[in-house]
T-cell receptor, first 112, second 114 residues
Framework: EDQVTQSPEALRLQEGESSSLNCSYT??????LFWYRQDPGKGPEFLFT???AGEEKEKERLKATLTKKESFLHITAPKPEDSATYLC?????????????FGKGTRLSVIA | ETGVTQSPTHLIKTRGQQVTLRCSSQSGHNTVSWYQQALGQGPQFIFQ???????GRGNFPPRFSGLQFPNYSSELNVNALELDDSALYLC?????????????FGSGTQLSVL
């Protein structure tokens, strides 16, 4: 069964303290890996899609990278407004109707 | 451009009751997916509708059912509610049915079953 594992479950950073979140997956023939941000009581908000190993994408203080078995979300000099749950999801290789499989997320708290 | 809207935002029901949740998809999107998110968990896929037909279903019992209307809005119906159905129910629309399509989520309906 396809599986997506995110680590750590929770991360507490001081403002300006850079770190990385990890997403490992067991899907073969990945058709895409997605990162979403979710604020409490809200729906996930799209951040990035990565399609192939070696690909990188950046948005403000966030950079996502992809290898054959995992993805990292690097957060550089975070601010308190970056506090949220970050979800990773993979698109398995099967038919077009196969849905995204989400991990449980990493809860990030950035303290001023 | 109007985003995905869901109603109601919060709902309290008792065990055994039935509930209907509603979703309006983003303009131009013909595909709607529903997800259940329990506290501290990632979203779990319930089903997907494409042009008014169900075209994918997750591991949920038949008491979870849905509809999609000609304007691509959608409903999620849950019969015989159980305590474990308490969760945030998320609707997501996309411009196509492929699994690698970017999903646009609504803010969800928080359902509490007592």
């Amino acid at each position: 069964e396809d599986q997506v594992t995110q680590s750590p479950e929770a991360l507490r950073l001081q403002e300006g303290e850079s770190s990385s979140l990890n997403c490992s997956y067991t899907v073969s023939g990945l058709r895409g890996l997605f990162w979403y941000r979710q604020d409490p009581g809200k729906g996930p908000e799209f951040l990035f899609t990565l399609y192939s190993a070696g690909e990188e994408k950046e948005k403000e203080r966030l950079k996502a990278t992809l290898t054959k078995k995992e993805s990292f979300l690097h957060i550089t000099a975070p601010k308190p407004e970056d506090s949220a749950t970050y979800l990773c999801a993979v698109a398995p290789p099967n038919s077009g109707n196969t849905p995204l499989v989400f991990g449980k997320g990493t809860r990030l708290s950035v303290i001023a | 451009e109007t985003g995905v809207t869901q109603s109601p935002t919060h709902l309290i029901k008792t065990r055994g009751q039935q509930v209907t949740l509603r979703c309006s998809s983003q303009s131009g999107h013909n595909t709607v997916s529903w997800y259940q998110q329990a506290l501290g968990q990632g979203p779990q896929f319930i089903f997907q509708y494409y042009r008014e037909e169900e075209n994918g279903r997750g591991n949920f019992p038949p008491r979870f059912s849905g509809l999609q209307f000609p304007n691509y809005s959608s409903e999620l119906n849950v019969n015989a509610l159980e305590l474990d159905d308490s969760a945030l129910y998320l609707c997501a629309s996309s411009p196509g049915q492929g699994a690698n399509e970017k999903l646009f989520f609504g803010s969800g309906t928080q359902l509490s079953v007592l």
